[in-house]
């Protein structure tokens, strides 16, 4: 189960979840919904949005199993039976092991450049979204400098209209009644230069708040670079670990070619021994035999009779 990621609420995590499922329904569970797409319609943050969508989206990939890296009990029951064999197992097992972590690592990098180009399309749709702000304030900071050109040219009037009371007093009371509008007026422009003030305040808020997202943008980013270059190292050392192994197996095979082929000299070696003292021993039985013949005596002189000699002896 893969760990939530912290200081995310627990309602903010449910409604990009729904978001995401909903969106993936739609679509007929065939495309996964974008981290921009799942990000307006939960209305959350991109920071947020980005890492509960990894976790989602790890969710709905099948993990791939290990694969062994030891020796099976079939290769070790079939190394007295066939030399070849026991090699063409091996490769087997090695290729497999090769293959299982390379369509892993291959897996993975889809994943993140699908997220990175997703990354990519949001920042660039954030940065419009600036662009557009920032010529909004520049619209804005015309019209206040505009405002103040018109309240500038009303204090000139408003003077004029004082200097000319000092000379013409029949008109003062139309200059009484006009400096009284004007003021009005002039009330009014200073309730607008505050109105346009504290808009243009607000929005450089807005902005700043622009910029930061844009910066965390960025540090995701950086972070998901760093652990793509980091996978890919891990998968070659897999690579790596998976040809040592097949080396230490065919050194393996090595070894036990040359025990059959010593047992087999020495086999050689007994076989002509055993027919040299064959020989030997029939040598020394047929020299017994002689032996004894020549140590025995005839059986017809054994039975012979004994003559008496004459005179009664």
């Given amino acids: 189960m893969t760990p939530q990621s912290p200081q995310i609420p627990a309602d903010v995590r449910e409604r990009i979840i729904a978001a995401a499922t909903d969106l993936f329904e739609q679509s007929g569970r065939e495309t996964m919904p974008t981290v921009d797409a799942v990000r307006r319609a939960a209305r959350v943050d991109m920071n947020a949005a980005s890492a509960v969508m990894k976790e989602w989206r790890r969710a709905q990939t099948a993990q791939a199993a290990p694969v062994a890296v030891a020796v099976p009990e079939v290769v070790q029951q079939a190394s007295s039976a066939a030399t070849a064999t ?37 920042f660039e749709r954030q940065a419009g979204e600036l662009d557009a702000t920032t010529t909004e304030l520049a619209a804005e900071k015309a ?17 004029a209209a004082q200097e000319q009371a000092h000379t013409a007093e029949a008109r003062a009371q139309e200059i009484e009644r006009r400096a009284g509008e004007l003021r009005t007026e002039l009330d009014r422009a200073h309730e607008d230069a505050d109105q346009a003030r504290r808009a243009l305040a ?34 070659q050392e897999q690579r790596k670990a998976a ?54 005596p005839p059986a017809a002189a054994e039975a012979k009779p004994t003559r008496k000699k004459p005179g009664g002896e």
């Fill in 202 to 235: 607000d929005q450089q808020k807005a902005g700043q708040a622009v910029a930061a997202q844009l910066d965390q943008v960025r540090e995701e980013l950086a972070t998901v670079r760093a652990k793509a270059d980091a996978e890919r190292e891990a998968h």
């Fill in 243 to 296: 040809a040592v192994e097949a080396q230490r197996m065919a050194e393996r095979l090595t070894a036990a070619q040359a025990e059959r082929d010593q047992a087999a000299k020495a086999t050689a070696q007994a076989r002509e021994e055993a027919a040299r003292m064959a020989g030997q021993i029939d040598t020394l039985k047929e020299q017994s035999a002689a032996l004894l013949a020549r140590i025995t």
């Fill in 86 to 122: 026991i090699w063409q197992q091996a490769q087997e097992l090695a290729n497999e092991s090769l293959r299982s972590a390379q369509a892993a690592w291959e897996t993975e990098r889809a994943e993140l450049d699908a997220m990175r180009q997703e990354l990519a399309e949001a």
């Fill in 143 to 159: 019209a206040a400098e505009k405002l103040a050109q018109e309240l500038t040219a009303v204090r000139q009037e408003l003077a």
